[in-house]
């Protein structure tokens, strides 16, 4: 038993049968265990189920999955804070609303327990701490402009925003997933389907270093508005 523990590849797998409020108690373990937490591609998901608004703005987390079109990254700094970015296919968002559906538990009956570990990718947030307002766009996925640009040209190849979104209880991929389905109905129900993979949704947002942690836990509205910026006919 104290071999297997001191396997990093057989300590992963035990873990991955924990709820996701288990895996983060992990971290207070020791210094390897959470390091085995925020590094593992299995488990640092269940570090954004819940909302870690004392986590420092400075050291912010990025939510990383294994979702095609999906990215989430860091861009370019500016004073005091970072751009975050995150790029999300209209296939992508429907993966994502879809794993809300399939674990969606509406029986009474008792739910073997390997259900209730199933994640729902849709309930994750995009960073710790979560974000509570970004901008959306649509734009050609294959326009690498925006990459290749100096920092001083950046702003002049950034497109337009669509609309803004907010949620003070920060925003969820699965947030996300809906405004980019929105997006693509509103913009592209006039084209053929088979164009939608030539569109991306792109998201944005400052994480500011200049934001005091919230340590003291408060009630927070989930309501979520959309704000059209522009026409999208």
């Known amino acids: 038993m104290v071999k297997a523990m001191n396997t990093?590849?057989?300590l992963e797998h035990i873990c991955?049968?924990?709820a996701p409020i288990d895996v983060l108690q992990l971290q207070m373990v020791n210094k390897k265990w959470r390091s085995l937490v925020v590094h593992s591609p299995q488990l640092s998901p269940h570090l954004f189920v819940e909302p870690q608004w004392s986590h420092s703005a400075i050291n912010f987390q990025l939510l990383l999955l294994a979702v095609p079109g999906l990215?989430?990254?860091r861009d370019g700094p500016v004073h005091l804070g970072q751009w975050v970015e995150v790029r999300m296919s209209l296939a992508a968002a429907k993966e994502i609303l879809?794993?809300?559906r399939k674990n969606k538990i509406t029986s009474l009956r008792p739910v073997p327990p390997i259900l209730l570990l199933r994640l729902n990718?849709?309930?994750?947030?995009?960073?710790?701490?979560p974000l509570k307002g970004m901008q959306a766009f649509?734009?050609?996925a294959h326009d690498v402009s925006r990459e290749t640009a100096t920092p001083e040209d950046q702003q002049t190849v950034a497109p337009k925003?669509?609309?803004k979104m907010s949620c003070d209880a920060g925003i969820t991929l699965g947030f996300l997933a809906e405004v980019t389905e929105w997006m693509f109905e509103k913009r592209e129900r006039p084209l053929q389907a088979e164009n939608h993979q030539d569109k991306v949704a792109v998201f944005k947002a400052i994480v500011s270093y200049c934001v005091q942690s919230d340590a003291a836990p408060r009630m927070r509205s989930a309501t979520r508005t959309v704000t059209e910026i522009e026409?999208?006919?």
Not at 121 to 129: E, G, K, M, N, V
Request: glycine share 0%; no cysteine; net charge negative.
């Open 138 to 140: 649509l734009v050609d």
């Open 98 to 100: 879809a794993t809300a």
């Open 231 to 233: 026409s999208l006919q």
């Open 121 to 129: 990718f849709a309930d994750l947030f995009i960073t710790q701490p």
């Open 16 to 18: 991955t049968f924990l």
């Open 71 to 73: 990215e989430i990254k």
């Open 8 to 10: 990093i590849e057989i």
């Open 161 to 163: 925003a669509h609309a």
